[in-house]
């Protein structure tokens, strides 16, 4: 966003207010300066400032981005963009945390990549974490800096998804369609993207996941590093030109749903979906595949915040739930609120972040449902240690790791 974009965007705030009634920030600490009226009116006070006042640096960094302001602004403010572009505003200024700095590197490096960081990890992560009994993740062994015995960090595969799918023989009068896995699946959760995959093939489509794909950019974007987020958008688009010919993209990921549908020069060609839009327009052929099969499990569902505000997303994954799960499905109170997760926020802002996702596991522990799902890797991975934090008995799951089990089930 340009300044003068910027400047258009504060302008049309008339401070009433609505945004203090929905912002999980504001509902745990209760201050004026950490609701978007209030980071609207000090991003006005010090625009074009380079002195940048700690109240200031405290109301920018003090935000989820998760977008519940905006559904809730009468007048339409591009809130969260405002608050990316104060945090590129930041950068410029003061420059870049230095762990951010070295993790975005790895996303744009092609032999220092993510990829090769998360096979060495592999090698060395059962020293310094232990696995869960129940849940997929681990929880570190002896004490380490930034991270509390409840704290929950993804089991690092052997293999990701490109490297599985590189084994993987597929026939070939499947329909093509673009698979936009994200980082969390390719890397972190390749068994997600496989059920994904596994779900496509049954409706008879064959994913294309170019390996060329970089991460959707939101991370780098929402840090402020407006460079890093440029040239990995950059890299996409390219990907996207490439394949044209194929008209339609998915993803499981929420947020790079979001992101990608933001993406300005995207070609006109290609649409983007999330896997449960699309699965809904071919309600009918999933309906005759699942039969008369359902979960035996209780499923609630939380809605990510890039799906339902980024996107607007709420009705396509609440279809699925029920097809998948019929009676099994309940509702759980203010299935809408932030899990606190936000990017980084859950790292950076371990305390608050937690004040936030208990809520959400208390209102998940009320339903008595055995599985909280949701599509967002992000949020999947906040839940479960919202699970583990409160002892609860649920797990949280992809809906279409889900709908996989279900189909594979003779
Ligand atoms: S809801 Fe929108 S217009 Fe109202 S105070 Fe918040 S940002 Fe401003
Ligand atoms: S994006 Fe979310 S956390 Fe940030 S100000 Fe808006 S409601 Fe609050």
């Given at each position: 966003m340009t300044p003068t974009e910027v400047k258009e965007e504060l302008k049309?705030?008339?401070?009433?207010?609505?945004c203090m009634a929905v912002c999980p920030i504001y509902r745990q600490?209760?201050?004026?300066?950490?609701?978007a009226r209030g980071k609207l009116n000090l991003i006005e006070i010090v625009e074009n400032n380079q002195d940048l006042p700690a109240t200031w640096l405290e109301a920018v960094d003090n935000c989820l981005l998760c977008c519940s302001c905006e559904e809730n602004c009468s007048k339409g403010v591009r809130i969260t963009e405002v608050i990316a572009a104060a945090r590129v505003h930041q950068t410029e200024t003061l420059g870049l945390n230095p762990i951010k700095k070295g993790a975005f590197a790895l996303l744009k490096?092609?032999?220092?990549s993510i990829a090769r960081f998360i096979k060495l990890g592999y090698l060395g992560q059962w020293l310094l974490w232990r696995r869960l009994p129940r849940h997929s993740g681990l929880v570190r062994r002896i004490p380490l800096p930034g991270?509390?015995?409840k704290t929950v960090i993804p089991a690092l595969p052997k293999r990701n998804l490109d490297d599985l799918l590189r084994r993987r023989k597929v026939a070939q009068e499947l329909k093509p369609i673009l698979f936009f896995p994200g980082c969390a699946t390719r890397y972190l959760h390749p068994e997600m993207g496989l059920d994904i995959i596994f779900v496509l093939e049954k409706l008879g489509f064959k994913a294309i996941v170019p390996?060329?794909?970089?991460?959707?950019?939101l991370v780098t974007w929402g840090a402020g590093d407006a460079a890093s987020s440029s040239k990995l958008k950059q890299g996409n688009l390219k990907v996207l030109r490439d394949n044209s010919e194929i008209r339609q993209l998915v993803t499981g990921c929420a947020s790079c749903g979001h992101a990608l549908k933001e993406y300005e020069q995207r070609p006109p060609e290609i649409e983007i979906l999330d896997i449960s839009e699309f699965l809904f327009r071919h309600r009918k052929a999933l309906e005759d595949l699942i039969g008369s099969r359902k979960l035996k499990q209780k499923v609630t569902y939380h809605d990510p915040c890039h799906l339902r505000?980024?996107?607007?997303?709420?009705?396509a994954p609440r279809w699925l739930l029920k097809l998948i799960a019929g009676d099994n499905f309940i509702e759980m109170s203010h299935p809408e609120r932030c899990c606190g997760a936000g990017g980084t926020f859950g790292i950076s802002h371990k305390e608050l972040s937690r004040k936030i996702l208990n809520e959400k596991t208390r209102d998940a522990d009320a339903t008595g449902a055995e599985i909280v799902a949701s599509g967002c890797p992000g949020c999947i991975l906040q839940l479960t240690e919202g699970a583990v934090v409160a002892d609860s008995r649920w797990l949280a799951k992809h809906p279409l790791s889900l709908l996989a089990e279900l189909l594979r089930r003779e």
């Open positions: 049309k705030c008339v401070k009433c207010g609505a600490t209760g201050r004026e300066d950490m609701v490096n092609r032999i220092f991270f509390d015995d390996t060329e794909f970089n991460c959707c950019g505000k980024g996107q607007g997303i709420t009705a």
